[in-house]
């Protein structure tokens, strides 16, 4: 119906993707072919088919834009279906594509007073999709692709969020790596121009990146995946250049890292900073922070922004560079109820304390806290460049213990309360003990990546020392014990409330391990 050559067909070239998703309402993320208008409707699937939300939107054509669906029921399945509003009121369903039997699906939060709710987070980190591309098709591929094995379990997992920690695509390949990245080929070209004339090339840059979004999020498996379970995400520095945060031309305004990287955050700002909060037409690239935090259920997740502080916000005077001083406010207000520093409390008065029913607190971050010890890297026995992606390295001992120090207050101000740190970049699947002065104060959770290859050098020293296994933090009486490292590709299924963390892998019987940290700090499989 109105499908003539005057009203062509609109195609979905990314998404649906579901969003936050609270008790009541939910985001959708949709980037389509033309411009047009087009309803978003959703029915709750045990009803008679009565639409229970709809919402109407302009959509640019290659512009990502997001429906929010409020008036919904708590704890309730609904089935979303989207379609071209025409010029003279006739409606034709948006082209799904190549997944003509899509379903997008989301199930909301149960009523925030509910006490038997126990989340499930699905972990992943450095969706590669080109490494997955690689292998042949056949058995091999599909062993290897994990978002398969998501899309097989996800009705007996029923996760209530994914969790991206970091790399959700590749603008920029790791060192050595075979091929240029979009990143490598574009820098070469523009670093032979004057750089006035740069911005003439701003379009088929962004146009590139915008195409690794779709490449990564439209592969059928992870699409499948993407619009059945809300996702919150924080970047890692694969979305925008290798080692991203450590080249001085990474500060630089004027340097063409800078100016490619700023291109990425605004794709960055579109295809994932959407998913939780609205990004006006022509402000992307221009969002004064990214730390964000939600409330689910019992559980409050935190995500940490560890790189915009030394790239897009830098300042040579900051004491405390890995977050800068208003991330560190929002933090310590979510946590604390006021500001580290009184003069910042202005910048950071919209944003509310975690209520008291919160139990369990979630800091997720694309840099893991410790991997090994600072100790470890002085004398030798680890090389640098392996471990200079870790909070302790890359963080100030100032900083370092103000987190701890912070953590370890919330912790403690009522019974019964836990700290996660959940994070990417290490290339190893870890379950870490945090502890101080003998008592275990927070849990690090690290997912290895789903679709790349694992880590290197430093798989192999974990092999062969037993030392790297345990070791002190910078901060006096602080210290971690791994329970648990491995290098295989996997994702990570987290339980908060019961203290499980399991991980899928590719080995052939899909073997599903897990770590208990219930037993007062100690942790078996």
Known sequence: EGLT??????????????????????????????????????????????????????????????????????????????????????????????????????????????RSFSPTFLVVNRNKLATLLQLPPGHARKRFDLWENVVQRIDTLKPTAILHVGDQVFFDMDEGAADASTFDMWRSELSQLPPASWQHHRAPIRAAIQQLYRDTWMHPPTRRVLARVPNYSIF??????????????????????????????????????QLYADVHLGAEGTVPQYAHFH????????????????????????????????????????????????????????????????????????????????????????????????????????????????????????????????????????????????????????ASPIADKSTIRIQAAFKSSGRILTGELPIAGWRFAHTRAEDAHNYGVWEPTSFRWMVVDDSGDRVVRGVDFSGGGTAGS
């Open 236 to 273: 890692g520095p694969h979305e925008f250049k290798h080692a991203w945060g450590l080249d001085d031309g990474d500060r630089d305004p004027s340097h063409v890292n800078r100016f490619l990287a700023q291109i990425a955050r605004e794709c960055y700002d579109l295809y994932q900073v």
């Open 295 to 446: 409330a689910i259920g019992p559980c409050a997740l935190g995500f940490l922004d560890v790189f915009s502080a030394r790239t897009f916000f830098f300042n040579a005077y900051e004491q405390l560079p890995l977050l800068g001083s208003v991330q560190w406010a929002l933090l310590t207000k979510v946590l604390l109820g006021r500001s580290h520093r009184p003069e910042l409390e202005g910048m950071v008065a919209a944003q509310p304390q975690l209520p008291d029913t919160v139990r369990h607190f979630i800091l997720v971050s694309p840099l893991p806290l410790c991997v090994v010890s600072p100790r470890l890297v002085s004398l030798g026995k680890v090389p640098a460049a392996e471990v200079m992606d870790q909070w302790v390295t890359a963080a100030p001992e100032v900083e370092t213990k103000l987190l701890l120090e912070t953590l370890e207050l919330w912790k403690n101000g009522q019974p019964r309360r836990t700290v996660d740190f959940v994070a990417g970049g290490a290339n190893l699947q870890l379950a870490t003990n945090v502890s101080h002065l003998g008592k275990v104060v927070l849990r690090q959770i690290c």
């Open 5 to 114: 050559a005057e009203y062509p067909v609109v195609t979905a070239l990314c998404g649906p993707i579901i969003g936050k998703t609270a008790d009541t309402w939910t985001r959708i993320l949709l980037e389509v072919s033309a411009r047009c208008t087009i309803s978003c409707e959703l029915w709750e699937l045990s009803s008679a088919g009565a639409v229970a939300s709809a919402a109407t939107l302009n959509f640019e054509a290659y512009r990502p834009m997001a429906f929010t669906m409020m008036s919904l029921q708590p704890n309730k399945v609904y089935q979303a279906s989207f379609n071209v509003i025409f010029p003279d009121g006739s409606k034709a369903p948006v082209d799904m594509g190549e997944d003509s039997s899509l379903r997008c699906t989301v199930r909301t939060l149960p009523e925030p007073s509910s």
